[in-house]
Structures are given as C-alpha cells and as structure tokens.
C-alpha cells in the first residue's frame, strides 16, 4: 500500500476514533480506482454514524475537507464514504 494510502487512513482513524462511543469498532479501508482516485471506506458501530455525520453533515464533510487538502499535497484526490451496515 503506498504511502499516502496509509496515512490518508490514519488521518481518518484518527479522527473518527475519538468522537465515537465503540473506538474499537472504527474500521478504515482504502482502494485506488483505475483512475488514481483513492476511496476511503469508514464503518462505525451503526449507533455512532450519527456522531460521524455530525449536525447537518458537519463533521464528514469537514473530515472529506482534510482528506482533500492532504490528498492534494500529492496531487490525488479522494472520497472519503461511511459505510452504513
């Protein structure tokens, strides 16, 4: 896995880990399209999607807004999706 793959996942481990409630249960995933484009797959315990949705999708889309800015450091882009089970 490159580089940038792994800490793009950390990235988002690290902040999704404290805000939810089953810290154990955050699992991070990344795969790169054909295209380049990196997909970042966060799943949570279905209790605390909420918590990383945020009020009006504040806290994913600020998350997808740091995964961006350092995806573009490297010139990739990146979608980060949760995963809702």
């Known amino acids: 896995m ?7 996942e950390g990235l988002v481990e690290t902040i999704v880990s404290p805000i939810v409630e089953h ?13 380049g484009n990196i997909l970042i797959e966060v799943r949570v315990n279905p209790d ?7 009020r009006q999708g504040r806290i994913i889309k600020a998350l997808r807004t740091l995964t961006r800015a350092a995806a573009s450091r490297c010139d990739r882009t990146v979608d980060v999706e949760l995963i809702d089970e």
């Open 23 to 35: 810290p154990d249960e955050v699992e991070v995933i990344s795969s790169v399209a054909d295209d």
């Open 48 to 54: 605390d999607a909420g918590k990383v949705i945020g």
């Open 2 to 8: 490159p580089e940038i793959e792994r800490n793009l």
